[in-house]
Structures are given as structure tokens and as C-alpha cells.
Nanobody, 115 residues
Framework: QVQLVESGGGLVQPGGSLRLSCQASGRISSYYIMEWHRQAPGKQREFVASITSDTSTNYADSVKGRFTISRDNARNTVYLQMNSLTPEDTAVYYC?????????WGQGTQVTVSS
């Protein structure tokens, strides 16, 4: 079992930036994929970004060029740097861990973009 703890959410003005963190603990495999997903009110959860153990990344079209995913393998932590935020980025952001044994989700962190 892998546990995930997210942090870094909050209220930010349009055009601002936030950095989310997600630290994994427990039975972590040597190869795993870390992802960020988000769910806005009244909408389905959607993929935001992913990063593999060898730092290959993938992004949703809606965040390309604005968000950057990175990871610190020594700390089992993944980050999501979010720049040029818009009200459409308002959502609960979830960290997701995947390896050959299964998956785990974090509890989510709220990001609100509003003036």
C-alpha cells in the first residue's frame, strides 16, 4: 500500500502561480508513474500531467506550456508548478500513483483561481 499526501493548494489571482507537492510513502516500487488529476465542481475528474521514473512527462492540452510536472526520487515527491492560472483551473487536484501492483490516490488539495 502506498500513501500520498498533497499540499500547496490555495487561493490565487488569475495570472498567478502555485506549486503543488505530493509525497509518497509506504511500499513504493522502483518504477512507478506519478500523475496529477483534477476535478472541478460538477465535472468529471480529468488528467492533468504525468511523469515516469525516468522523467518522461505528458500533459493535457489545456495545461501545456503553463504547468510543469517534476519529481524528486530521493524524496518520493512529485511537484506540479502551475503558472498563468485562470479561473478554469479551479478544481480539487489529486495525486495518483501507479505501479505494477496497483494504484493509490491522494486526498486532494483545493486550488481556487479568483480575483
Amino acid at each position: 500500500q502506498v500513501q500520498l499526501v498533497e499540499s500547496g493548494g490555495g487561493l490565487v489571482q488569475p495570472g498567478g502561480s502555485l506549486r503543488l507537492s505530493c509525497q509518497a510513502s509506504g511500499r513504493i516500487s522502483s518504477y512507478y508513474i506519478m500523475e496529477w488529476h483534477r476535478q472541478a465542481p460538477g465535472k468529471q475528474r480529468e488528467f492533468v500531467a504525468s511523469i515516469t521514473s525516468d522523467t518522461s512527462t505528458n500533459y493535457a492540452d489545456s495545461v501545456k506550456g503553463r504547468f510543469t510536472i517534476s519529481r524528486d526520487n530521493a524524496r518520493n515527491t512529485v511537484y506540479l508548478q502551475m503558472n498563468s492560472l485562470t479561473p478554469e483551473d479551479t478544481a480539487v487536484y489529486y495525486c495518483h500513483y501507479r505501479d505494477y501492483k496497483g494504484t493509490s490516490w491522494g486526498q486532494g488539495t483545493q486550488v481556487t483561481v479568483s480575483s
